[in-house]
């Protein structure tokens, strides 16, 4: 069964297991309430995760050893974990927002930006531990299984997500995973992810006042109110004073002591580190560029290029500066560029087709947004996928395309109705 059948079929479901779909969490040994199998559980991690990651920046593939780093800790933690058994995934994306999260079934990330903001080893396996405890505690499943998430699923198709370059955008599995991690943890979901991550930390040798000075940091942060922190960890994730002296009451109970690692992670983080004035170039170029600034934008994004030129996300931004400034051919050799560097990345496959269908490339075009689509879905490629069936006489192919556009909502969706009409009167 799909996934967008199964949540079809949810409401069904909750009628014919109320009285009988119970089971035991497997952290807390409490019961609970078990409408999604393991199976589903495990089918809906796996299926979204690599969407999931591109639609929150991508893979950061200039540093793989920071990735292998950051696995070797989460399965550190993992063995000793209520479910070692679960088919953990850990991967660093490439985004300078704060941010981690956890889909059903293992399936982490931790976000660049983050791990810039830690100190050592022992903060990273603090934060780690508790996205495995948010997984192996089935914390997202209970949040779909109460109606959080089940609209999500039934409709599966265009959802606004906030703070997110694909607003309406998003088409199936792209837009439900993305909701699941924007999702807020109840209060008691994260203090059961502070508590057994603790006791993960301390199994696994680490420092758990690591812990408190993490929730100290985060309840700081957010007072100063960074707005790359509030729609960022925090928007899942809300910090409060609560959870900082609930931590220290746990470290009080096992004692402050353990592995800190600092040494190990300064190394380990000393190439993002220094490429950290080049991202903040990049952000800053995109700011000035959402305010229309474009020739200060220009200027910032040629910064960041200058510093590493082997980063895909620098020539996909300035590319789309040139595209606003109806430079096409240059648009067209930096977003080339940015797929050269980064292939599966879909927001880049993306960029590269609209340009081509501007310039009127149009094999070109269908070849990027195609492979766009195969890996995340958005309405806007299957709208100008069907423009491109239209130039090319494919007219099945073009109302397939814009009858799928059509189902997401929004302008896309309308644009896509008149021109089906069009096509079908």
Not at 58 to 65: A, E, K, R, V
Not at 276 to 298: F, I, Q
Not at 392 to 410: F, K, P
């Amino acid at each position: 069964m799909t996934n967008r059948l199964f949540f079809r079929c949810l409401p069904l479901t909750i009628l014919l297991f109320a009285m009988t779909g119970c089971s035991v969490n497997p952290v807390t040994g409490e019961k609970q309430l078990s409408l999604i199998p393991e199976s589903q559980e495990l089918s809906i991690g796996a299926e979204q995760y690599t969407p999931t990651q591109q639609t929150q920046g991508g893979q950061f593939y200039l540093d793989p050893d920071l990735t292998v780093y950051v696995r070797e800790v989460g399965q550190k933690l993992a063995r000793v974990s209520d479910r070692p058994d679960l088919p953990y995934e850990f991967v660093v994306l490439n985004s300078s927002v704060p941010n981690a999260w956890a889909l059903p079934g293992g399936k982490i990330a931790i976000n660049r930006g983050l791990l810039t903001e830690l100190e050592d080893e022992a903060q990273l396996a603090s934060v780690l531990g508790h996205e495995i405890v948010h997984a192996a505690a089935r914390h997202s499943v209970q949040r779909m299984q109460q109606g959080m998430l089940i609209s999500a699923g039934v409709a599966g198709l265009g959802f606004a997500l906030s703070d997110n370059e694909w607003t309406g955008l998003l088409m199936g599995g792209a837009a439900l995973g993305a909701q699941i991690i924007q999702a807020q943890y109840s209060q008691g979901d994260e203090l059961e992810s502070d508590r057994y991550g603790i006791e993960y930390m301390v199994e696994a040798g680490y420092d758990p006042q690591a812990a408190v000075e993490l929730q100290e940091l985060f309840v700081k942060l957010s007072e100063g109110r960074q707005s790359n922190f509030i729609d960022g960890l925090f928007a899942s994730h809300p910090p409060s004073q609560k959870r900082v002296a609930e931590n220290r009451k746990l470290v009080q109970k096992y004692g402050a002591g353990g592995y800190r690692g600092k040494d190990v992670y300064d190394r380990k983080l000393a190439k993002v580190r220094k490429l950290k004035p080049a991202y903040d170039a990049h952000d800053e170029a995109l700011k000035l560029a959402s305010e229309g600034d474009m020739e200060a934008a220009l200027t910032r994004i040629n910064e960041a290029i200058r510093i590493e030129p082997d980063e895909a996300l620098f020539f996909s931004l300035r590319g789309r500066i040139y595209e606003a400034q109806e430079k096409k051919a240059k648009a067209e050799a930096d977003l080339e560029k940015a797929v050269s560097l980064y292939p599966e990345m879909f927001s880049y496959r993306l960029h590269n087709g609209l340009n081509a269908l501007s310039r009127n490339k149009l094999d070109k075009a269908r070849t990027n947004l195609t492979k766009a689509n195969e890996v995340v879905p958005t309405s806007i490629a299957f709208l100008r996928l069907g423009d491109v069936a239209v130039k090319q006489n494919r007219r099945d192919d073009a109302i397939r395309y814009y009858q799928t556009a059509a189902e997401a909502g929004g302008a896309v969706a309308e644009e896509a109705k008149r021109k089906l009409a069009n096509l079908t009167q």
